[in-house]
């Protein structure tokens, strides 16, 4: 035993070194592992590599340096008791550290996946290697430091161990921020497009609601045009997205849900467009359904793929070790955090610094508010109180989704401790754009930039007896979606109420850029608001289209059962027990076109339009319309067909001309879904 360690003082010292030689080690056995198991990793660009392994050893080291101080403050209470054990005390070291060490090696050796059986030959063998391995690091570097430490003099010591801290703490702080910021050079406009999976319009404070959730927007809405009205084409992900990004409806651009559906490459892209006039294109998506298989990197020089850095937290060994721990304390002392647009962010600043010599077009797509409503510290307890924090049977995914979905009758207290949640994960969101709009600005970037602000689709929270999620109906709640422009001169300000749809992006950027003569296969089903903006103009805008993401139909019988006087079965929690929702995203094509409900805008009217299967029509089908005026009734709740027939027959023509047109003779390309888009769904409760 080197002499040094006689006092128990210096114990700490063999703690310290063991927890330096457990982080290094593990570190590099995490980062091995990741490399060997391929997938997701292997196909990440360079600088995101980097960035990911940032992560890991962030996620790492803490928690084994927590571990480590456990293990030393554990022997020290046994070396004061059992004063024996006092000569032994580099080998319990050495003992204990190593045994949490092989813990995990072995737990990264089994998700590999270079053993598909583990309880075989070949994995054993390899375990025991790799067990001999990590015994000699141990022990060899152990004996190394301590032999350094031996000859050092007191204050060396200290010197080591101040070098030793030094070198953890730029680990912490290691950001994985690559680039260096250089004067911006490109000539004319960049665009940036932010886009917030699954944010509410009506839950952003600038738009009137009475929690402060969205600071940052607040000022930038009133620095650019803000309109009131906007749609999504669906309030279904992928759907609205390839909406967004090709200015066409699902019926044109032929990605009709989440599962099984790539945007066709016949489609072209704003991407592709930007491509094509010599900019720079760079995507950061956090939602794990917008994986390269699905085509939406079409265009992109850039696809920086932010779900996979953020969903590392649940594949790195000390954040694991944490969360069982803490399973021990029925999950009050740690869960895996939220704040998944802190990633996000990171990987757009990274990009922007990078390109901000060039001319850019940059797709930021955020997904904080979305399921589960998990926001970090701090955010969790903002709009409500932290000790029902953790409500993981209601707020998560995964299987609990489907069973509360719409069958749950919301009680008050459920209702408000969600919607608090889910305005945290708002707040936190708003934050992080926040922080990208600063860097913009320190890029001195944002007097060059077009900025577009809009979400996917809004969330039900409860409304219309939707519990949580989206996509099953079409109420304002669902498909209504924040819409802001930024000029970059703020040469146009101010709120417009025309009722616009998200298939108006693209147009509108172009037309911006002067690109107005740009040719789309198929031609597209936006416009560009430009004219509307300028002038005013309102006598060129499509009526606004949108559809429920999800086929569904409810039991006739309901129907029948309101004719006689009872109730809307749309309004009832009973009723939505009744629904037939064997038809989900798996449907035939058929019924993923009839089955949808579907709502037309126009002016200040809305008709939404019911499709519900009942075998005793000739048809198979029969329809229900709803009509509101939104302007007077944005939650619409008043429906008002019977005192209003010429406005519903108008709009009923164009749901049917609608129907007609919608025959599913274009279709996306139809994918075989690999297990990693699977899971990625699982994670996001799409499927079960
Ligand atoms: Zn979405």
């Not at 290691?174 to 911006?184: E, I, P, R, V």
């Not at 926040?434 to 409304?463: Q, Y």
Request: proline share 5%.
């Amino acid at each position: 035993m080197p002499k040094f360690l006689t006092s128990v003082k210096n114990h700490l010292l063999a703690g310290v070194v063991f927890t330096v030689i457990s982080i290094v080690y593990l570190n590099v056995v995490t980062v091995v592992k990741f490399y060997l198991a391929g997938g997701d990793f292997s196909r990440l660009p360079a600088t995101d590599k980097v960035y990911a392994i940032s992560q890991i050893v962030k996620g790492n080291s803490w928690p084994f340096a927590l571990v480590g101080l456990l293990i030393t403050l554990f022997l020290l209470i046994v070396f004061r008791r059992f004063h024996s054990l006092r000569s032994k005390v580099v080998y319990c070291h050495l003992g204990l550290f190593l045994i949490l060490g092989l813990i995990i090696q072995t737990h990264q050796l089994v998700h590999s996946g270079l053993f598909p059986e583990t309880k075989s030959f070949g994995f054993y063998v390899v375990a025991l290697i790799l067990a001999l391995v990590a015994f000699a690091v141990y022990y060899l570097s152990s004996k190394a430091a301590f032999l350094i430490l031996e000859k050092t003099n007191p204050s060396s010591k200290l010197y080591l161990i101040g070098i030793t801290i030094a070198v953890i703490a730029l680990i912490f702080l290691f950001k994985g921020q690559f680039g260096q910021a250089t004067t911006s050079g490109g000539e004319g406009y960049n665009v940036l497009l932010l886009t917030v999976d699954t944010l509410r319009k009506d839950h952003l404070s600038y738009d009137g609601y009475f929690r402060p959730t969205s600071p940052y927007l607040d000022k930038f809405s009133q620095e650019g045009v803000s309109f009131e009205n906007a749609y999504s084409t669906t309030s279904h992900t992928l759907p609205s997205l390839a909406s967004i990004i090709t200015a066409k409806y699902p019926m044109h651009h032929g990605v009709r849900n989440n599962a099984a559906y790539a945007l066709a490459d016949t489609n072209l892209t704003i991407a592709e467009v930007f491509r094509k006039h010599g900019f720079i294109t760079g995507a950061i998506v956090e939602n794990g359904a917008l994986r390269p298989s699905r085509n939406f990197n079409q265009g992109f020089d850039y696809y920086g793929e932010a779900y996979y850095v953020s969903g590392l937290k649940y594949d790195i060994p000390g954040l694991i070790m944490l969360n069982k721990i803490s399973k021990l304390f029925g999950e009050r002392l740690f869960i895996y955090p939220g704040g998944e647009a802190y990633h996000s962010t990171n990987m757009a600043i990274r990009f922007l610094k990078k390109n901000n010599d060039k001319k850019f077009f940059c797709w930021v797509h955020y997904i904080d508010p979305h399921l589960p409503y998990a926001p970090p510290r701090g955010y969790d307890s903002k709009f409500s109180r932290r000790e029902k924090r953790f409500a993981p049977d209601i707020f998560s995914i995964g299987k609990h989704l489907r069973k509360y979905e719409l069958n749950l009758p919301p009680t008050e207290g459920v209702v408000e401790k969600m919607r608090a949640l889910y305005d945290g994960d708002v707040l936190y969101n708003d934050h992080q754009i926040g922080r990208l709009l600063e860097a913009l600005e320190d890029m001195n970037l944002t007097s060059k930039t077009l900025i577009v602000f809009s979400s996917d689709h809004g969330e039900s929270l409860a409304d219309h007896y939707y519990y949580v999620g989206h996509g099953r109906l079409v109420y304002n709640a669902n498909i209504a979606v924040p819409l802001v422009i930024r000029f970059p001169d703020l040469r146009h300000k101010g709120i417009i109420n025309e009722p616009v749809s998200n298939v108006n992006i693209v147009p509108t950027i172009l037309d911006f850029m002067g690109w107005n003569q740009e040719v789309f296969p198929g031609g597209i089903d936006g416009v560009s608001l430009m004219p509307l903006i300028r002038e005013g103009r309102r006598d060129y805008l499509p009526l606004v289209r949108s559809q429920s993401g999800v086929p569904w139909s409810f039991d006739p019988k309901l129907f029948d059962e309101m004719e006689r006087g009872g109730v809307n079965p749309l309004r009832t929690v009973k009723a939505k027990l009744a629904v037939d929702t064997r038809y989900g995203m798996e449907a035939s094509l058929r019924e993923q076109i009839e089955l949808r409900l579907r709502a037309v805008i126009k002016d200040n009217w809305k008709l939404i339009y019911v499709p519900v299967k009942d075998s005793t029509s000739p048809t198979g089908r029969r329809h229900y319309y709803e009509l509101y005026d939104i302007s007077n009734d944005w939650g619409e709740r008043y429906d008002l067909k019977a005192s209003e027939p010429e406005i519903l027959r108008e709009l009923k023509t164009e749901i049917e001309s609608w129907c007609a047109a919608d025959t599913g003779t274009i279709f996306a390309d139809i994918i075989e879904i690999k297990q990693e888009d699977l899971e990625a769904l699982k994670a996001l409760g799409y499927i079960q």
